[in-house]
């Protein structure tokens, strides 16, 4: 079984700590990468200038604008084109494998026309993906509880995304809080869809905490899940936490560090 490559989201845990020091005692525990969400609102050059030297990879940022207003919109075409590129040629420059792309929330069109829409603003950005490897991850969120209205808000919908797009490219971010709210079922959903599967989310529900045993999803059987798979790309923490923000990293690496569980020899 491969170990998993955990990232975590650097909005969340750069507190009372230098982002130096925060991404030193992150490779301390074992993390492979850090992420943030947009870069205007991020200590990006810093990141990028300190993140090589501390043997972290960037894994993830977002590349367009925005959660609400996104792809399901034609009118929005023609500028998330123009901010994928950007988003696509800064991504390879830096070596950062996904970009963060979002449907919107959903307008008058049914779902089934609003894949077809998508999908026309996605193969737009398709091609300069593949030439520079990067993933657009179009991410699953809850409709429920945080964010009322997304379209992309069931793992089959954004599946048909995907494939209506037929882009190697074009993935989903699969945000296992989320998914847990929306519809549960998470390992075998994973295992199911794992193709289409280019970043992943966690997070305790109820409450988007820590990975404790206070809530409800099991954290190391749905890491295990993804390590079968054969899945390489990063598992990325998005919780939130009170106290010393390193250890709540570390203790949430321990939890999805399943490679621990492995037999000796």
């Given at each position: 079984?491969?170990?998993?490559?955990?990232?975590?989201?650097?909005?969340?845990?750069?507190?009372?700590?230098?982002l130096g020091d925060?991404?030193?005692k992150?490779?301390?525990i074992g993390?492979?990468?850090?992420e943030i969400w947009g870069r205007?609102?991020?200590?990006?050059?810093?990141?990028?200038?300190?993140?090589?030297?501390?043997?972290?990879?960037i894994?993830?940022?977002i590349?367009?604008q925005s959660?609400?207003?996104?792809?399901n919109n034609?009118?929005?075409h023609d500028?998330i084109?123009?901010?994928l590129?950007?988003?696509?040629e800064?991504a390879?420059?830096h070596?950062i494998?996904?970009?963060?792309?979002f449907?919107g929330?959903?307008?008058?069109?049914?779902?089934d026309?609003?894949?077809d829409i998508?999908?026309?603003?996605?193969?737009?950005?398709a091609p300069?993906?593949?030439?520079?490897?990067v993933n657009?991850?179009?991410?699953l969120?809850?409709?429920?509880?945080n964010?009322?209205g997304?379209?992309?808000?069931h793992?089959?919908?954004?599946?048909r995304?995907?494939?209506?797009?037929g882009s190697?490219?074009?993935k989903?971010?699969y945000d296992?809080?989320?998914?847990?709210?929306?519809e549960?079922?998470?390992i075998?959903?994973?295992?199911?869809?794992?193709a289409?599967i280019?970043?992943f989310?966690t997070?305790?529900?109820?409450g988007?905490?820590?990975?404790g045993?206070?809530q409800?999803?099991?954290?190391?059987?749905v890491?295990?899940?993804?390590?079968?798979?054969g899945y390489?790309?990063y598992?990325?923490?998005?919780?939130?936490?009170?106290?010393?923000?390193v250890?709540?990293?570390?203790?949430?690496f321990g939890v999805c560090d399943?490679s621990?569980?492995?037999?000796?020899?």
């Amino acid at each position: 079984m491969a170990r998993i490559n955990q990232s975590f989201c650097l909005g969340l845990y750069h507190r009372d700590i230098s982002l130096g020091d925060l991404l030193a005692k992150a490779k301390e525990i074992g993390f492979a990468a850090v992420e943030i969400w947009g870069r205007h609102d991020a200590p990006f050059d810093e990141l990028i200038e300190l993140a090589p030297g501390s043997g972290l990879r960037i894994a993830s940022m977002i590349g367009h604008q925005s959660l609400a207003d996104g792809l399901n919109n034609p009118a929005n075409h023609d500028r998330i084109e123009d901010e994928l590129a950007e988003s696509i040629e800064l991504a390879a420059k830096h070596d950062i494998p996904g970009l963060i792309c979002f449907s919107g929330n959903r307008r008058d069109e049914p779902d089934d026309e609003a894949v077809d829409i998508c999908a026309d603003a996605l193969r737009r950005s398709a091609p300069l993906a593949e030439k520079h490897r990067v993933n657009l991850n179009v991410e699953l969120l809850n409709s429920r509880r945080n964010h009322p209205g997304y379209q992309c808000d069931h793992t089959e919908w954004g599946v048909r995304l995907c494939e209506a797009v037929g882009s190697p490219r074009v993935k989903l971010l699969y945000d296992i809080y989320h998914m847990q709210i929306m519809e549960g079922d998470l390992i075998e959903t994973i295992r199911a869809n794992i193709a289409h599967i280019g970043h992943f989310h966690t997070a305790g529900n109820p409450g988007r905490g820590p990975l404790g045993d206070d809530q409800e999803v099991y954290y190391p059987a749905v890491m295990r899940a993804v390590a079968e798979s054969g899945y390489e790309l990063y598992v990325g923490h998005e919780f939130r936490s009170e106290g010393d923000p390193v250890e709540a990293l570390r203790e949430a690496f321990g939890v999805c560090d399943v490679s621990s569980a492995l037999p000796a020899g």
